[in-house]
């Protein structure tokens, strides 16, 4: 018998998400990113899956990841840092895939600034995490390999 293995879980970090363990650790925790990845994996592992992961400062360069993930993930993890609040072309590329998507933030963005309490990605975003820390990546994986 011939098993289909199921297509990875996109794991994207937007600007300043390299500098998480340095930047603002009172806010972010003193996780790394490499730790956030590597959290990732071993979650995706609990149920048979995968995750592939993309940093960058840049829109464009996130922009071009969600292009090509269309017709080869199965869903979509995304921390879009500040773009959360500014990004309309953020939120237009992430529709392309056609795929689950799950919008996550490691502080709470509703007990902060204002202009945090707005995000252009929640509402095509099939769940919201937020004010978990790391753990809601976990979280976030979890949900979408059991869908």
């Known amino acids: 018998m011939d ?13 300043n998400l390299n500098m998480l363990g340095t930047r603002q650790p009172e806010v972010y925790g003193s996780d790394t990113l490499d730790d956030v990845v590597a959290l990732c994996e071993r979650t995706a592992a609990k149920f048979g ?18 292009h090509a993930a269309r017709g080869t993930v199965a869903a979509i993890v995304i921390n879009p840092g500040g773009l959360t ?25 509703h007990a902060r600034e204002e202009f945090r309490h707005h995000s252009f ?11 978990m820390g790391i753990q809601g990546y976990a979280a976030a994986v979890e949900f979408l390999a059991q869908l």
Do not use: K, M, W, Y
Request: hydrophobic letters at 50%; charged letters at 20%.
């Open 85 to 109: 609040h500014t990004s309309v072309a953020l939120r237009d590329a992430l529709v392309i895939p056609e795929v689950p998507i799950v919008e996550v933030h490691i502080s709470n963005v």
């Open 49 to 66: 899956r995968e995750v592939v992961a993309f940093q960058s400062n840049h829109e464009g360069a996130l922009i071009d990841r969600i």
């Open 3 to 15: 098993t289909e293995r199921a297509d990875p879980i996109l794991v994207l970090n937007g600007p």
């Open 121 to 131: 990605i929640s509402p095509i975003a099939t769940a919201v995490v937020a004010g």
